[in-house]
């Protein structure tokens, strides 16, 4: 699948509409569009040295600038969403599947020891909530919604809701139902 249907997917997310080119530049005046078309122009040159700097230095600058700090060593599925901008961190050996949605205030970082020393594996269909935090080589499975201010540090089955701290896991079959919309 070539990058610039991947941005495409991303942009979908958002308007629910395929976008040319030119129109997804023009959607690029949203701070979570721009930032996230960046990291996918630094993702699909990390081999070529000269294109991997340039952007490289652009995902710099707007990382400092919208307070993400999301790296294009982060294995990240299509139809990627931003719900808002600033203050997200996300580790580089984060997988993160497709249709998910981050909002702000999010960390998905790793754990430097213990039983869950490592970084986490998303699955598809995830929304995380506001405030969020997900530490650990922990997995989260597909359909799952984060509540915002949960703090999970062990694994979630998929189809289930997630709240508090420490977290309690809810089993349901419809988690993401109106949260994940226009799924690719």
């Not at 600038?65 to 050996?93: A, C, R």
């Not at 213990?114 to 598809?124: A, T």
């Not at 998929?158 to 690719?184: C, D, F, L, Q």
Request: charge should be positive; glycine fraction near 10%; hydrophobic fraction near 35%.
């Amino acid at each position: 699948m070539s990058n610039y249907s991947i941005i495409q997917k991303d942009f979908y997310r958002e308007s629910g509409k395929w976008l040319s080119k030119i129109e997804i530049w023009r959607k690029c005046i949203n701070p979570n569009l721009h930032f996230v078309y960046i990291l996918r122009m630094t993702q699909k040159y990390q081999k070529t040295k000269i294109l991997n700097t340039f952007w490289r230095m652009i995902l710099r600058h707007y990382q400092i600038k919208y307070g993400f700090q999301i790296y294009p060593e982060t294995q990240i599925g299509e139809g990627f969403y931003l719900g808002h901008w600033g203050s997200l961190v996300i580790n580089p050996n984060t997988v993160i599947g497709k249709n998910c949605n981050i909002a702000q205030g999010v960390t998905i970082g790793q754990q430097n020891r213990g039983k869950n020393e490592g970084s986490p594996i998303i699955g598809d269909e995830v929304w995380i909530g506001t405030n969020a935090v997900i530490v650990g080589a922990v997995t989260i499975g597909n359909n799952v919604l984060i509540v915002p201010n949960s703090y999970v540090n062990f694994d979630i089955p998929s189809n289930s809701v997630v709240m508090g701290n420490p977290a309690k896991i809810i089993p349901t079959t419809n988690a993401t139902e109106g949260y994940i919309n226009r799924k690719v």
